[in-house]
Structures are given as C-alpha cells and as structure tokens.
C-alpha cells in the first residue's frame, strides 16, 4: 500500500487528468474522452467558479480571445483538454474544483465518484479510507446514507465492470459496524443532540409516528413571532430569483401554503408544489431558510420536527420525510449543517420586521 499523501477529496483538475492518463495507456477502464468531458463541463457550469476569460471589451484583447475561440473549436480525439468556452466564457479545467453531493447532478456525481474510486485503486491507496472521509465530506456523516448511496452505485452491472478490483473492499466497508474514527472529530454539543434526537426518532413504531403527525394535524404550531413577520421572512421563496431568472415558488403557490396561518392542514395539498431548485440554486438554501427560522421562532427549541413537518405538507420535495421516522431522522442530521457556499440570499433584510 503506497504510504503517499493523496487528495481524499472528489477533485476535477485531478480527475480530468487521471482520465487522460487511462486513455493514454489504453487501460482496459476504455474511458470515452468526449463523454466524460461534458460531464466535467457541466460541474464546472453549475458551480461558483468563475471563466478565466470573457468576451474582451477592449479591442486590443480579440485576437488573444480569438485564439482561445479557435484552440476550442478543433476537434479532440480522445484526451480532454484543460479548458472549454461556454456562451462566450472560457473555464479552466486545471483550476482546483471540489465536488460535493449536494450540489452536482446524481449522474454526474456518481460517474466522478466511480472515476475517483479507480484513480484510487491506480495508486494501491486504501478504498475504506476514502470512503470513511466521503461518509463525512459529502454524506454529513451518515452511514446509511452513503451505504444506500454504495449499494445503488455496485448494483448496476455497467459499474460493476468497471469496479470489479473495488468490490470487495467497498462490500467489507459497508459490512464495517465499527465506529469510524472520524467520528472523534464530530464532538460539539449540537451534534450530540442531534445523535440523540435521531436515536429517539428511528426507534419508535412507523404507527407512532404517524399518530405523531396526525396529533399536529390542523393546530397553530408554537412560534414566537406574528403570521406577519413570518411572511415576511418566508417572502424570499418569490422574491429571490433562482434558475432562468425564476423565484422558487410563485406568489401563488406561496399564498397556499399560509393561507390558514402556520398549522398543518388536516390533509396534504394536491398536487404538492414543486421548488424551482437545481445544483447552482439547491434545496439546500431553503432547508437552511427553515432551520434559521425555526431557531429564530421557536418557542422551545427543543423540537424541529413540526416546522419541517408543516413545509413537508404543501413541498412536493419535503414530502418523503414524513414517509417513517428512518426518513425524517435521516433529514433531520442534514438540516443542521451549515448553509450551502453558494448561497446568494441576504437574509438580514427577511429577519428584520417593522
């Protein structure tokens, strides 16, 4: 096993050159260059990294863009090449671009991760440890989530092929009940509520939890602050702008949900309404909106189930935690991280309230 410091993070620069590095030895992995490049094209777009290079306003700089324009016009054949241009904006794909969960495309995260899985094995490094740094850098620490996430990736019979050498080593970390020692790095006093919290909740009955629900069904939830400030604070939902200049919800839809007030209704609005998010403008923001609020509001603090519980009512993409506890318990670790780097919302003006 090679003792040689390595990058446990899913990296483009890296990844793109790895891919070149296979091609270029005609190793059996036959990775298609084309292929991969636009997966590594569409990452790059959805993330906050900035072109190097943009339509020159001064004209002097033309014929230093013009050649840029030109160089990724021409036809590769194989290999990747280290930038792209993208409506007038060239990105270089040699820049250092870290890839999370949350914000990438499912396919495009699986295909990277698969990629980043065979550079590993390329180097003799140990596949068990950078699953158990994933667990945390890209799974908020949760287990079952990233061993659902290892176990739909080894099912499909394409990957299988091209991770026959890991199989074993991905099988025995998934078996692998032990404490990983990441978790000694884990030790605020949130994190052990949070733990507690997701004890309670996977060990009740699925026909607890569902009475549990019902009993919230159609009453005011406890909060602090007036109907009024809450709308106001919950306004950014249509007033700020996500993909194709377009709020998350309309106005519309935003006077549904609060149309009887903060309560649960006694039934779940048909159909659900659906947030307008994407990898550059993820579900993440307004999960973080929800929590802000619920610390900011709640009259206890000891119970967040209910604030999420009333969003999952009207959201189509909140519903699923209220499906069993396992689901909500699941949600609920995630909804306690801190907001995504590529939030633009100025929340400051929604917290205030005149």
């Not at 909500?328 to 909804?335: G, I, P, T």
């Amino acid at each position: 096993m090679k003792s040689l410091p390595i990058d446990l993070h899913i990296e483009l620069s890296t990844l793109k050159n790895f891919i070149n590095s296979q091609i270029e030895q005609r190793n059996p992995y036959l990775f298609y260059g084309k292929e991969l490049f636009e997966v590594l094209k569409r990452v790059v777009i959805d993330s906050e990294i900035k072109p190097f290079l943009t339509f020159p306003k001064d004209q002097h700089d033309q014929p230093y863009y013009d050649n840029y324009l030109k160089r990724s016009n021409e036809q590769f054949d194989k290999l990747i090449p280290d930038f792209f241009e993208y409506e007038g904006e060239f990105y270089d794909l040699e820049r250092i671009q870290y890839v999370y969960k949350d914000f990438t495309r499912a396919q495009d995260f699986e295909t990277l991760f698969i990629i980043k899985l065979l550079e590993l094995k390329s180097n003799d490094y140990s596949i068990a440890e950078f699953l158990s740094f994933q667990q945390f850098d890209s799974f908020y620490g949760q287990k079952e989530s990233i061993d659902s996430f290892l176990y739909q990736l080894t099912t499909k019979d394409s990957n299988c092929r091209l991770l026959s050498e890991t199989l074993i080593e991905i099988e025995n970390w998934i078996k692998n009940e032990q404490i990983n020692q990441f978790n000694d790095k884990q030790g605020s006093n949130t994190d052990v509520a949070a733990d507690s919290t997701h004890q309670i909740e996977t060990n009740i009955s699925q026909e607890k939890w569902d009475n549990q629900i019902m009993s919230l069904r159609e009453k005011d939830l406890p909060c602090k602050w007036s109907i009024e400030k809450i709308l106001h604070y919950f306004s950014f939902l249509y007033l700020e702008l996500s993909e194709n200049g377009e709020p998350y919800i309309s106005k519309e839809d935003f006077d549904r949900i609060f149309e009887n007030g903060f309560r649960i209704p006694t039934i779940d609005i048909k159909p659900l309404i659906k947030l307008n998010c994407t990898a550059r403008f993820p579900l993440k923001n307004i999960t973080y909106g929800i929590y802000q609020f619920y610390h900011m509001a709640s009259q206890t603090n000891d119970d967040k189930k209910p604030y999420f519980l009333f969003f999952a009512s009207f959201i189509e993409d909140y519903a699923k935690i209220k499906a069993s506890p396992l689901e909500y318990s699941s949600f609920s670790k995630n909804a306690t991280k801190p907001k995504s780097t590529i939030n633009k919302i100025e929340w400051s003006k929604y917290c205030s309230f005149q």
